[in-house]
């Protein structure tokens, strides 16, 4: 994750090229660095060092990491004549490369030659079975090609090896929710919760599956995962507070006449009602009364 003062930095260097200031390599090499995916720029900013000797010949090996760059932000902006020329470049100087013959793959599945790049994939992944971008691409191709079940098998496979990739189980649990299949999409974010668990994100999200599929054991989950969130976040997050006030508007329908439960409820419910209306009052205050109308329909207010 890029942090704010990373991004400021990317940011006054990429306007500081864009304005003729100079500085076109080391903002190349800061977006690689970062693994941001700021495509056009790339390309445009690449190009500009590949297309003089000079400047070129100054990089030394480094040369053939600009390429690779280039070639991919290419690929992203469909600029397949510029992707296919920097690869052949990569071909003659590595010719038995597997991590050209990966970008030729790319190539291949950025073209939409589906059934080629499969093949591309499977091969070397036959000579490497732990590449992980391989695995990565090949989910990502079912998912362009509108096949969830077949991303959801690779995604499946690669976690088996790679099972501390929060990304890939974030990936995995998105889907998931997508097709509805929200148990499995629950146990995704129960990997993530383990993998980052001062991620309020991760609890968010978790507690929103749980409050969907419902039920009583689930929604008092979803409301405990809620709260986590507003402590991870120092009180500070909207969508968790409403989740609160949503769990507990359930919660008193499915135990109504169970006191036990509903003063248990109260305190926490009164706190998250008092939170958003003092966070309307400060940031949307026009939107303070169709808030308080909200609450009240769910007997907050």
């Given amino acids: ?62 040369e053939w990491t600009l390429y690779e760059q280039v070639a991919i932000a290419a690929m992203d902006c469909q600029c397949l004549d510029v992707a296919k020329g920097c690869i052949t470049v990569l071909q003659k100087k590595f010719p038995d490369s597997k991590r050209v013959g990966r970008l030729e793959a790319m190539l291949l599945e950025a073209k939409g030659s589906w059934s080629e790049a499969k093949k591309a994939y499977s091969s070397l992944l036959e000579d490497n079975a732990l590449d992980q971008v391989i695995h990565k691409r090949r989910a990502a191709m079912e998912k362009a090609q509108g096949n969830l079940s077949g991303a959801i098998e690779c995604l499946n496979k690669y976690l088996e090896i790679f099972m501390a990739d929060h990304d890939a189980w974030r990936e995995l649990a998105e889907i998931y929710v997508s097709l509805q299949m929200y148990k499995q999409a629950a146990f995704c974010y129960e990997e993530l919760i383990l993998c980052q668990p001062t991620n309020p994100l991760c609890h968010l999200a978790y507690a929103d599956v749980l409050y969907t599929v419902g039920g009583l054991e ?84």
């Fill in 1 to 62: 994750m890029v942090s704010k003062t990373e991004e400021a930095q990317v940011n006054r260097l990429e306007n500081q090229v864009d304005n003729g200031g100079g500085g076109a390599w080391e903002y190349l090499c800061l977006v690689r660095k970062l693994k941001l995916r700021r495509s056009d720029k790339v390309l445009k900013h690449g190009l500009s060092i590949l297309n003089e000797p000079s400047k070129r010949s100054s990089l030394g090996h480094e």
């Fill in 218 to 301: 689930n929604l008092q989950a979803a409301k405990k995962y809620y709260a986590s969130v507003i402590d991870l976040t120092g009180g500070m997050n909207t969508r968790a507070l409403f989740g609160i006030c949503l769990c507990t508007s359930a919660i008193g329908q499915l135990t109504k006449g169970r006191n036990k439960e509903e003063k248990e409820s109260l305190g926490l419910q009164s706190l998250a009602a008092t939170a958003l209306e003092k966070d309307y009052k400060q940031r949307a205050p026009s939107k303070l009364s169709l808030l308080s109308s909200t609450l009240r329909s769910l007997k907050l207010s």
